[in-house]
């Protein structure tokens, strides 16, 4: 049977807020029984965008992500909520009965992920729900999904397996794959917040003048094995990215027309630009 699936692009998100933005409208001071009381005006935030920042001086870049329930069919606050306070429906959509789960308070601090909320008005956990009574009413899309201009979100009504078909086509990651919760939100180009790079800029010196060695040969090597190995740009410019975080250290070999082979030494903490580097 089919099921609801959401998958968000890291590289296309533009830090908009308009998944957020609509996500307040919606639900600010409405009421979506069975589903939903409504949201407090201030403190909630159901759908919310991250920061990350890589790299720094000349070379570094920022990504967003999208953080908002996983609807895991694995769930934890399904296991710690009383009564079947919090259930999954036969379309893959998790939701906290407001009625149920009144007086609840452990349902939010079960989530891993840090997407459920408390309202202390109604004494309630409260997290975003799909947008579950607008599908109901036909809708082909949540509003995040809707709002969304640069087509960062996609949603996807599908069988399990189709689903794991894209999965592998697209390359698609969850977040926390550790904490297997079996998530139904997926991400694309993950690498752009949970990486990390080595980059930098070579150049060399001719009658005084430095200049930027476009197409010299640079290999990353970690214990004597290569890693990779790219050709710099016309600016000089190099960028080993997908890298773990703390992950030890590594050689970089760089080769440029006659001149002597350069080597660097890396100890991997965070995304690093090494700057100018002359040979
Ligand atoms: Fe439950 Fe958190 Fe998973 Fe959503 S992300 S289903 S609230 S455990």
Same mark, same amino acid.
């Given at each position: ?41 201030? $403190? ?13 001086? $000349? ?8 953080? /908002? ?16 306070? %919090?259930?999954?429906?036969?379309? $893959?959509?998790?939701?906290? =009965?407001?009625?149920?789960? #009144? *007086?609840?308070? =452990? ?18 956990? +409260?997290?975003?729900? @799909?947008?579950?009574? /607008?599908? =109901? ?16 979100? #996609?949603?996807?009504? %599908? ?7 894209? %999965?592998?086509?697209?390359? &698609? ?8 919760? #079996? ?16 980059? $930098?800029?070579?150049?060399? +010196?001719?009658? *005084? ?5 476009? *197409?010299?040969?640079?290999? /990353? &090597?970690?214990?004597?094995? &290569?890693?990779?190995? /790219?050709?710099?740009?016309? @600016? ?31 100890? &991997? ?11």
């Amino acid at each position: 049977m089919k099921k609801w699936n959401l998958i968000i692009d890291i590289s296309k998100c533009s830090d908009c807020n308009n998944c957020f933005l609509s996500n307040k409208d919606e639900y600010v001071d409405n009421d979506y029984p069975p589903y939903s009381v409504a949201q407090p005006k201030h $403190g909630h935030r159901w759908i919310n965008v991250m920061r990350k920042e890589r790299g720094h001086g $000349g070379l570094m870049d920022v990504a967003y992500m999208t953080l /908002l329930c996983m609807h895991c069919d694995d769930a934890p606050c399904i296991k710690e909520a009383n009564n079947g306070a %919090v259930y999954k429906r036969r379309d $893959g959509i998790v939701i906290i =009965d407001p009625i149920k789960a #009144r *007086g609840q308070k =452990d349902i939010v601090s079960s989530c891993p992920y840090g997407v459920v909320y408390w309202n202390e008005e109604k004494q309630v956990a +409260q997290k975003w729900i @799909f947008d579950a009574h /607008l599908l =109901d009413a036909g809708w082909e899309e949540p509003r995040c999904v809707q709002s969304c201009y640069t087509g960062a979100l #996609r949603s996807l009504y %599908v069988e399990d397996s189709e689903m794991q078909k894209i %999965v592998k086509a697209e390359g &698609l990651e969850v977040f926390h794959p550790e904490y297997n919760t #079996r998530p139904r939100v997926y991400y694309k180009n993950f690498y752009l917040f949970n990486k990390c790079f080595i980059a $930098g800029s070579i150049a060399y +010196q001719h009658d *005084g003048i430095a200049d930027c060695a476009e *197409g010299a040969k640079v290999a /990353l &090597l970690q214990d004597s094995r &290569l890693i990779d190995e /790219l050709v710099t740009d016309n @600016f000089g410019d190099f960028k080993f990215d997908r890298l773990d975080e703390n992950s030890g250290k590594y050689v970089l070999e760089i080769l440029y027309k006659d001149y002597d082979k350069r080597t660097m030494d890396v100890d &991997l903490k965070t995304s690093v630009y090494l700057g100018d580097i002359y040979l």
